[in-house]
């Protein structure tokens, strides 16, 4: 399994010239552990070895790269890799600073940038784990597989087919229709982040109260610990929500479930009328902790309860498979045990769906 990303990044500029050669070579990236909570995802990850060539001007319209028919192989990349629980916008500082000698306008900001894959703007405010597992095409690991060598060569021979994953950063043209813009300072991103932790404190609890009694250095830390990736900081906070001091009673499980789908609403910038690509229908619905007859909710129950037809049964996958963090989840899973195991930083577990066959 793969709990860092590794990405390679085309700017749409001017006229680049420089582009990294195939096959960069990756330095000092920590070697993935077979965990899924936060404190136990590498601390530290290294960008990748970036190599440039000056080759002969080679020009490509922002139309090209809307719609995903671009070549970008005259092109300036960026090599790097990210962890799973971390946002794209935590990227945008330096890869600005990277391609600032090349962008169309110079004074533009580095809040106006946005990502996109094979011509699908990514939304910012979702994990990069989440982006990965959705659009890349990547095959996800069996769980049963994760301590045995085939996962080891799944890791190698399907690696080599989506990583790095290729997205094209552009600093014009904002799809204000399906992206929400961002600040200089950060703060939308911050109030984004911290929204999504009081809806999953809420829905754990019935209350939002662990996060909005937290002290204002607590506050800070927490959105620290996710911007540096902090592993010890952020459990420290975490620790509070999971076992809040009143000793309320786990309610709820905060579950989202990802299924890819069409939208009539086209890509900013295009006139033709077809759908756009990569909308993402988001399920979501009260999932208690406990089954009435007090045995223990497992994925299997909730996500029948939540998508019957895609999940007919509530022990095998017939359908469709949910994924998380790049794996396949076992539907007896228990999904307490996998919230406190297994919970993106905003406290959600999120599934994306892959069909069976």
Not at 38 to 57: M, N, Q, T, W, Y
Not at 223 to 235: G, R, T
Not at 246 to 256: E, N, Q
Not at 307 to 332: C, D, E, K, N, W
Request: proline fraction near 8%.
């Amino acid at each position: 399994m793969k709990f860092t990303t590794i990405l390679s990044v085309a700017a749409i500029c001017a006229s680049a010239s420089a582009v990294a050669t195939p096959n960069p070579e990756p330095v000092a990236i920590a070697e993935p552990r077979r965990y899924w909570n936060f404190c136990r995802f590498p601390g530290e990850v290294c960008a990748g070895k970036l190599k440039r060539a000056i080759e002969d001007s080679h020009e490509i319209t922002e139309d090209d790269a809307l719609t995903g028919d671009a070549d970008f192989d005259g092109f300036m990349d960026y090599y790097c890799s990210i962890p799973r629980l971390s946002y794209l916008p935590f990227l945008l500082a330096r890869l600005h600073d990277f391609f600032s000698a090349s962008l169309i306008d110079p004074d533009v900001g580095a809040h106006e940038g946005w990502f996109s894959f094979d011509g699908v703007p990514l939304k910012w405010q979702h994990p990069v784990g989440l982006l990965y597992d959705v659009f890349s095409g990547a095959e996800p690991v069996n769980a049963r597989d994760l301590d045995t060598t085939t996962a080891r060569h799944h890791d190698e021979e399907n690696g080599s087919q989506t990583l790095p994953w290729k997205l094209v950063l552009q600093f014009t043209r904002w799809p204000s229709d399906l992206l929400i813009p961002l600040d200089p300072d950060g703060k939308v991103h911050h109030d984004a982040y911290i929204n999504s932790v009081k809806e999953a404190d809420f829905l754990r609890n019935g209350t939002a109260k662990a996060i909005m009694s937290l002290s204002k250095e607590d506050s800070t830390k927490l959105w620290q610990s996710v911007q540096i990736h902090d592993c010890a900081l952020f459990n420290s906070i975490n620790s509070k929500f999971l076992n809040p001091a009143d000793g309320a009673v786990l309610r709820h499980v905060p579950i989202k479930v990802y299924l890819p789908t069409s939208s009539p609403v086209a890509v900013s910038g295009r006139s033709d009328t077809e759908p756009a690509r990569g909308t993402l229908k988001v399920i979501q619905s009260l999932v208690p902790r406990m089954l009435s007859s007090r045995e223990p909710q497992t994925l299997g129950t909730a996500l029948h309860g939540m998508l019957p037809t895609v999940f007919p049964s509530r022990r095998s996958y017939i359908h469709a498979q949910a994924v998380l963090h790049g794996a396949i989840v076992p539907l007896v899973a228990p999904v307490e045990d996998l919230m406190k195991a297994a919970a993106y930083p905003d406290g959600f577990l999120h599934f994306s769906v892959v069909m069976v066959g």
